[in-house]
């Protein structure tokens, strides 16, 4: 009961319209108002500027200039795992698909169906699989990386709601990475298929990945669907793959007896992109065959 009294006001909040003006702000150049906007944050959140590439708070024209910004080299090394964290932020949840179903939180599952944007037959190959919902604070680097190597086949855009998507929201709103506006981005892997999905929320005004650019807006009321040949190229472990353009939370979908996640992680937990997120179950295997 707390926990959806803490998120009525959010039903009542213009979203959609305060998404379009933080948009417009974090796009403008506004020289001096900028800036100080950006070490506010900073300041605020506590942001750990000597990872940017660029640390000169004075020097981003927009806000979104300094909220998308790179990393030094070496910022983020990357482990010699089968599978790597994506990204900068906090463990949500992850563990196994039960019966077509993700859990969020306690009393709250969501359908695989309905988070790839009603495709019975994707969602259908991650049966039984395996998930992992990771959470990107204001303070965290918010470019999205691959996790293992992937030959991106298809992108589908599901509009939606746009709630925001902290932990306190997702105890307390049903199906909320399953309503919000979403990216879900189709790759083929070595194992085979797997799935990225870049969830909207408030506020996020855009989100983009680095082969299409940024995908919404426009913010259209109906699905949309590239499909990508073979021609595409492979991106590979710890590469770049998209943004958010403000922060939000990042989706993954893998399949039934493919991977064993990494033990140390746990709800809340914070992560780093590149540290080891899972590993193979042959992987496993083989180095439990060689302790016998």
């Given at each position: 009961?707390?926990?959806?009294?803490?998120?009525?006001?959010?039903?009542?909040?213009?979203?959609?319209?305060?998404?379009?003006?933080a948009?417009?702000?974090?796009?403008?150049?506004?020289?001096?108002?900028?800036?100080?906007?950006?070490?506010?944050?900073?300041?605020?959140?506590?942001?750990?500027?000597?990872?940017?590439?660029?640390?000169?708070?004075?020097?981003y024209?927009?806000?979104?200039?300094?909220?998308?910004?790179?990393?030094?080299?070496?910022?983020?090394?990357?482990?010699?795992?089968?599978?790597?964290?994506?990204?900068?932020?906090?463990?949500?949840?992850?563990?196994?698909?039960?019966?077509?179903?993700?859990?969020?939180?306690?009393?709250?599952?969501?359908?695989?169906?309905?988070?790839?944007?009603?495709?019975?037959?994707?969602a259908?190959?991650?049966?039984?699989?395996?998930?992992?919902?990771?959470?990107?604070?204001?303070?965290?680097?918010?470019?999205?990386h691959?996790?293992?190597?992937?030959?991106?086949?298809?992108?589908?855009?599901?509009?939606?709601?746009?709630?925001?998507v902290?932990?306190?929201?997702?105890?307390?709103?049903?199906?909320?990475?399953?309503?919000?506006?979403?990216?879900?981005?189709?790759?083929?892997?070595?194992?085979?298929p797997?799935?990225?999905?870049?969830?909207?929320?408030?506020?996020?005004?855009?989100?983009?990945?680095?082969?299409?650019?940024?995908?919404?807006?426009?913010?259209?009321?109906?699905?949309?669907?590239?499909?990508?040949?073979?021609?595409?190229?492979?991106?590979?472990?710890?590469?770049?793959?998209?943004?958010?353009?403000?922060?939000?939370?990042?989706v993954?979908?893998?399949?039934?007896?493919?991977?064993?996640?990494?033990?140390?992680?746990?709800?809340?937990?914070?992560?780093?992109?590149?540290?080891?997120?899972?590993?193979?179950?042959?992987?496993?295997?083989?180095?439990?065959?060689?302790?016998?």
């Amino acid at each position: 009961m707390f926990n959806r009294l803490a998120v009525l006001h959010q039903y009542l909040l213009p979203k959609q319209a305060l998404t379009v003006l933080a948009g417009k702000f974090a796009n403008a150049h506004a020289g001096r108002l900028t800036t100080a906007v950006i070490k506010w944050f900073v300041r605020h959140y506590r942001v750990k500027m000597e990872d940017a590439l660029n640390p000169d708070i004075a020097s981003y024209a927009s806000f979104n200039d300094f909220f998308t910004r790179a990393l030094r080299k070496g910022a983020r090394p990357i482990a010699s795992a089968d599978y790597i964290c994506p990204v900068d932020g906090a463990v949500s949840q992850f563990g196994a698909i039960a019966n077509g179903q993700v859990f969020q939180a306690k009393g709250h599952d969501y359908s695989t169906v309905a988070l790839v944007g009603g495709d019975h037959e994707l969602a259908a190959q991650f049966q039984h699989g395996s998930f992992a919902t990771l959470y990107l604070s204001p303070m965290d680097y918010h470019r999205i990386h691959m996790p293992c190597d992937g030959r991106l086949t298809r992108m589908i855009y599901v509009p939606g709601d746009l709630f925001s998507v902290n932990p306190v929201t997702a105890r307390g709103i049903p199906n909320l990475f399953a309503r919000n506006e979403r990216v879900v981005c189709v790759f083929e892997g070595e194992q085979g298929p797997f799935v990225l999905v870049l969830v909207g929320a408030t506020i996020v005004g855009s989100m983009a990945t680095v082969w299409h650019g940024v995908i919404n807006p426009p913010r259209t009321r109906d699905i949309r669907e590239w499909r990508y040949g073979p021609e595409q190229p492979m991106l590979k472990k710890g590469e770049e793959m998209g943004r958010f353009l403000l922060g939000s939370t990042v989706v993954m979908l893998f399949q039934k007896d493919l991977l064993s996640f990494n033990r140390e992680w746990k709800p809340e937990r914070l992560v780093s992109l590149g540290e080891m997120m899972a590993a193979k179950q042959s992987t496993l295997q083989k180095s439990n065959a060689n302790l016998i």
